[in-house]
């Protein structure tokens, strides 16, 4: 089996072999129905662990792919088959190239409105053979929600990339999950303006070191105190083991 899902701490975590990669994205973007990508951090790992109704989210999620090397060593310390560490941007990227090479489609959801239309002919620029057919602006108000899924139902996009200013974030297309026909979410905050070159991406160095938390911790110092929700992680980890 290309993919196998894993439960750490009784979240799930799945484990997919780069050279499997576009046969898999190919045949979920075949499948009917509501369907997501997401990027498992250990502070969402955490989320999930704690808070029932995103934990339900990731649960439900298609295809949950780790980006904390925690992750990985904390599956490894509990006798768990250890998955593959995915970098975010990397990982769009070439689901990208997948959409080119086989004419897909893309609608593009998030930023605001000039980050989100210079992420359009960035987009268009570099992968000509995508579709983009739709986008919209995050930090809109709620009363236009309701327009914005009709769109996205009539267009039917192979894949709506989401980015910053969508309420509920990443839970957003598992919250709306009975109002499309057939797509595929994926979530990625800064996507919307590292594609419109507003923000700079982490880089492979700096991302394969397992330094990432730094740069936010750069750009919010707040973050710092994540190093509590962190120690709670290696004690539940002490515990399950």
Same mark, same amino acid.
């Given at each position: +089996?290309?993919?196998?899902?894993?439960?750490?701490?009784?979240? !799930?975590?799945?484990?997919?072999?780069?050279?499997?990669?576009?046969?898999?994205?190919?045949?979920? $973007?075949?499948? !009917?129905?509501?369907?997501?990508?997401?990027?498992?951090?250990?502070?969402?790992? $955490?989320?999930?662990?704690?808070?029932?109704?995103?934990? %339900?989210?990731?649960?439900?999620?298609?295809?949950?792919?780790?980006?904390?090397?925690?992750?990985?060593?904390?599956?490894?310390?509990?006798?768990?088959?250890?998955?593959?560490?995915?970098?975010?941007?990397?990982?769009?990227?070439? &689901?990208?190239?997948?959409?080119?090479?086989?004419?897909?489609?893309?609608?593009?959801?998030?930023?605001?409105? =000039?980050?989100?239309?210079?992420?359009?002919?960035?987009?268009?620029?570099?992968?000509?053979?995508?579709?983009?057919?739709?986008?919209?602006? =995050?930090?809109? !108000?709620?009363?236009?929600?309701?327009?914005?899924?009709?769109?996205?139902?009539?267009?039917?996009?192979?894949?709506?990339? &989401? =980015?910053?200013?969508?309420?509920?974030?990443?839970?957003? !297309?598992?919250?709306?999950?009975?109002?499309?026909?057939?797509?595929?979410?994926?979530?990625?905050?800064? #996507?919307?303006?590292?594609?419109?070159?507003?923000?700079?991406?982490?880089?492979?160095?700096?991302?394969?070191?397992?330094? %990432?938390?730094? #740069?936010?911790?750069?750009?919010?110092?707040?973050? #710092?105190?994540?190093?509590?929700?962190? +120690?709670?992680?290696?004690?539940?980890? &002490?515990?399950?083991?």
């Amino acid at each position: +089996m290309a993919i196998e899902r894993i439960h750490l701490l009784d979240i !799930p975590i799945d484990i997919l072999s780069q050279e499997n990669v576009e046969k898999e994205i190919l045949d979920l $973007l075949n499948k !009917p129905g509501t369907k997501s990508i997401v990027f498992l951090s250990v502070w969402d790992f $955490l989320k999930a662990h704690k808070n029932g109704k995103f934990g %339900e989210c990731i649960k439900n999620a298609t295809l949950v792919l780790p980006t904390s090397k925690s992750l990985l060593k904390g599956a490894a310390k509990l006798g768990l088959p250890v998955p593959l560490r995915y970098n975010p941007f990397t990982a769009i990227i070439f &689901l990208l190239s997948i959409l080119d090479n086989n004419y897909k489609t893309l609608y593009l959801f998030g930023g605001r409105k =000039g980050a989100l239309s210079q992420a359009e002919k960035n987009v268009h620029a570099t992968f000509s053979n995508i579709r983009l057919v739709g986008r919209y602006v =995050g930090y809109y !108000p709620k009363n236009v929600e309701s327009q914005i899924v009709l769109a996205m139902y009539k267009s039917s996009p192979s894949v709506v990339l &989401l =980015g910053d200013g969508i309420p509920g974030k990443v839970t957003w !297309p598992y919250n709306n999950r009975n109002r499309f026909a057939s797509s595929t979410f994926v979530y990625y905050r800064d #996507i919307i303006n590292i594609f419109a070159k507003r923000s700079k991406r982490v880089s492979d160095k700096t991302f394969e070191k397992g330094n %990432e938390i730094w #740069i936010e911790i750069l750009h919010n110092p707040l973050k #710092i105190f994540l190093i509590f929700p962190y +120690m709670k992680y290696k004690l539940l980890l &002490l515990m399950y083991k």
